[in-house]
């Protein structure tokens, strides 16, 4: 049974730092696309950052390029979010989520993640 749970969430001040963590059970991260979604209340799921099975990193926008960074480990099968220079605006639960890597799945479109876990809360007060 595959699982994935996150960590490192929590409340913090405008400008600060967190970095949150992603670790798997029963999966191969580093056979998978992994990602990070966000969702505040009211609004839908959205892709933060995304790495592939190969290394590569995409962003979803200007509102997280340069603040935020995606990282892998793959000896510890664990995927990390560097989050810095938080803003009030980045207030959501964050999702880890994984991938097999096909010819059709997207990185953005959540249908095409297989596992996702939990969630974590990170709180951004200004």
């Known amino acids: 049974q595959v699982q994935l749970v996150e960590s490192g969430g929590g409340l913090v001040q405008a400008g600060d730092s967190l970095r949150l963590s992603c670790g798997a059970s029963?999966?191969?991260?580093?056979?998978?696309?992994m990602a990070w979604f966000r969702q505040a209340p009211g609004k839908e799921r959205e892709l933060v950052a995304a790495?592939?099975?190969?290394?590569?990193?995409?962003y979803n926008g200007d509102s997280v390029k340069g603040r935020f960074t995606i990282s892998r480990d793959n000896a510890k099968n664990m995927v990390y979010l560097q989050m810095n220079s938080l803003k009030p605006e980045d207030t959501a639960v964050y999702y880890c989520?994984?991938?097999?890597?096909?010819?059709?799945?997207?990185?953005?479109?959540?249908?095409?993640?297989?596992?996702w876990g939990q969630g974590t809360l990170v709180t951004v007060s200004s």
């Open positions: 989520a994984s991938s097999f890597p096909t010819y059709a799945r997207t990185l953005s479109r959540p249908s095409d993640y297989d596992h």
């Open positions: 790495i592939r099975y190969t290394g590569s990193t995409t």
């Open positions: 029963g999966l191969t991260l580093s056979y998978n696309n």
